[in-house]
């Protein structure tokens, strides 16, 4: 049986009817439409489907959307300002952080709660901060230094 | 996933209500939600969010010295309190090291106790840092030391009808230092292949208190009596550490997985056990933080 709920995700709420078992990312996903956070291990181990719980990392994979009512969630969709991207995103583009991108949006938005939590980390830090995002192409490299571009910019 | 009913708790009366009836308590998914999409068990027909009872949060300094941590104190939390860094510090080395970011924002200790595997992070140091949990039961409340806690691999001594609501830790005593230590491959996103947990206490150069507890090596998390015996008394020199790592390694019966086989865990179970040990001497002794 499906329950009403409201999901509010980059300060849009989005009214929705849910099996109790669906995970957040298939809510967001598939009912409210929004494709950016990926699908990848479906286990929590790949953080390609990282989303922001009130501003706190979550694997969306592994959260029972109806928990989320009454937070604020953000997904890659909401780093943006409209047409504008943010730095982060842009420095992943001008830096190398994106080669096939299907990690990218987990990675973003590890990366802003890594800079939220800690405007200006070490390269350690930042490697620590996005180990649970994994990323098959890039070597890590690029992101690395994407991150570290903007680290204690703003 | 068959998740029929799915209740959201307000208080710890409704929670408690809902678990004696049958639901399975959920607040940060990360084992419950991950172990049903990899296969390892179903979702259950009935869940109860717990994630949004006021009650079951928080870390906080008692008055007598000792700790609370509510059972939704995620390890976010416990890893960035200055008290549990300073005087709980096993505690803290656990907690900071739990899978990723987004696991220790969500993942609670309560949650990570009454999973009950014998490598998780945060049983070995609250076992020899002497914490109780508290279970609740429509019935009433009771109190089951951490170590007594657990009867096997993701099996525990709570009542189906009880939900574990808080953890308790006495104050340590004066000179008393304590650190975890796990085997990794990696930083981050790990489970531990040997862990070991130790707090000592040091007073007149010797040590007059040892808890020593193994990870990852046993069904369940426990104590080595052999470790802290040849501790106890000795000025906590090469000599008791080498012996005690050998008791750890002598006490332990690990298995074979694919994380390394039982031989190798063997082995290292002494160098982790003997390095853990080690570093509760140093924080008692006030060497380093």
Known sequence: MKVATTLNVNGVSYPVDLDPGTNLLAAVRDVVGLTGSKEGCDDSECGACMMLLDGQPVNACSYLALQAEGSEITTVEGLADGDTLAPLQTAFLDLGGVQCGFCTPGMLVSATALLEANPRPTEDEVRIGLSGNLCRCTGYDGIVKAVLSVAGSS | ?289
Not at chain 2, 122 to 145: E, F, Y
Not at chain 2, 276 to 286: E, M, V
């Open chain 2, 1 to 289: 996933m068959s998740v029929q009913t799915f209740t959201t708790a307000t208080s710890v009366d409704d929670a408690v209500a809902a678990v004696a009836a049958g639901a399975r308590p959920v607040a940060g998914g990360t084992d419950l939600v991950v172990g049903a999409r990899s296969g390892k068990s179903t979702m259950p027909e009935s869940v109860v969010a717990i994630h949004r009872v006021a009650e079951l949060h928080g870390v906080e300094s008692l008055a007598d010295g000792g700790l609370r941590l509510g059972a939704l104190a995620s390890h976010a939390e416990i890893a960035a309190s200055d008290d549990v860094r300073s005087r709980f510090t096993a505690l803290s080395d656990a907690s900071a090291i739990v899978g990723s970011h987004a696991t220790r924002a969500q993942g609670t200790v309560g949650g990570n106790l009454m999973n009950a595997s014998p490598a998780m992070e945060t049983g070995g140091p609250l076992v020899c840092l002497g914490a109780t949990v508290t279970l609740r039961s429509p019935s009433g409340t009771r109190s089951v030391a951490v170590e007594d806690l657990w009867t096997g691999p993701g099996k525990t001594s709570a009542a189906a009808d009880e939900l574990l609501v808080g953890v308790e830790i006495p104050a340590p005593p004066a000179g008393t230092g304590s650190a975890y230590l796990r085997l990794e491959y990696r930083r981050q996103m790990e489970i531990a292949v040997v862990g070991a947990s130790a707090a000592v206490t040091v007073a007149d150069g010797l040590v007059t208190d040892a808890r020593v507890a193994m990870t990852a090596l046993s069904a369940t998390i426990r104590r080595i009596p052999e470790a802290e015996a040849a501790l106890i008394g000795s000025d906590g020199g090469s000599a008791a550490i080498e012996s005690a790592g050998a008791a750890v390694a002598a006490a332990s019966t690990p298995i074979s997985d694919v994380r390394g086989s039982a031989d190798y865990r063997r082995a290292m179970a002494a160098v982790i056990a003997r390095r853990a040990i080690d570093q509760a001497l140093s924080r008692a002794r006030g060497e380093n933080a």
